[in-house]
């Protein structure tokens, strides 16, 4: 079983629509949680931190859920340029980071 | 901003070759990794580095070496490279300091082809 996983997907939605991602981890001694954003034959990029308490930055949501041990990711109102691969990503050891393979989105207009 | 930077976005090899690929990091980050991605396999860590010269196996370290003599710069070494070595390589940094808990930039990536 992988450390970290994702539903890879693809998830298909139109503008406007509201869609979540969930990722789980196995390890319960993970310490930071995020979401990075990922463009076709791009680099990752920082999407969020997951903290304990969730958080919101204008149309995204990101919540941890320690004790069933997963992460989620709400994209409300999608937009076309939401299309690109999402990757949870856990840190165990300070500074290293396990990734999940990622979950591709395709908002269509 | 950070910026990595890594030596070549496209890279062609024979079987066998040397390679070298050189990371470069600009914010005085303390953290360096090297990952491959591949379809259907993820982010795979290969090698990572705390500080100068110092280094720690990945997840997959078989076939790689490192080598971090300054702080900006974390080179990933395949010594005989082999077909199954084609990829796409990520370097990123990070730091204890940074506000954001250990957050990764990532390089722009070298797609590696080893034929």
């Known amino acids: 079983r992988k450390e970290v996983e994702q539903d890879p997907g693809p998830f298909n939605v139109p503008e406007g629509a509201t869609v979540a991602f969930n990722c789980t981890y196995s390890?319960?001694?993970?310490?930071?949680f995020f979401w990075y954003r990922q463009d076709c034959r791009k680099e990752p990029k920082l999407l969020m931190s997951?903290?304990?308490s969730g958080n919101e930055d204008g149309r995204f949501t990101a919540q941890l859920n320690r004790a069933s041990q997963y992460i989620s990711l709400l994209i409300r109102d999608s937009k076309l340029s939401d299309s690109a691969t999402y990757l949870c990503?856990?840190?165990?050891?300070?500074?290293?980071?396990?990734f999940g393979d990622g979950t591709t989105l395709t908002v269509k207009p | 901003d950070v910026k990595v930077t890594q030596s070549s976005r496209y890279l062609v090899k024979r079987t066998g070759e040397k390679v070298f690929l050189e990371c470069v990091q600009d914010?005085?980050?303390?953290?360096m990794f090297w990952y491959r991605q591949d379809p259907g396999l993820g982010l795979r860590l290969i090698y990572f580095?705390?500080?100068?010269?110092?280094?720690e196996k990945g997840d997959i370290p078989e076939g790689y070496s490192v080598s971090r003599e300054k702080k900006e710069r974390f080179s990933l070494i395949l010594e005989s490279a082999s077909t199954n070595q084609t990829s796409m390589y990520l370097c990123?940094?990070?730091?204890?300091?940074?506000?954001?808990?250990?957050?990764?930039?990532f390089g722009p990536g070298t797609r590696l082809t080893v034929l």
């Open positions: 990123a940094s990070s730091s204890p300091r940074d506000g954001s808990t250990d957050t990764q930039y």
């Open positions: 390890n319960s001694a993970s310490q930071s």
């Open positions: 997951v903290y304990s």
């Open positions: 990503a856990v840190n165990t050891n300070a500074g290293k980071s396990t």
């Open positions: 914010m005085d980050h303390e953290n």
């Open positions: 580095s705390y500080d100068v010269k110092m280094k």
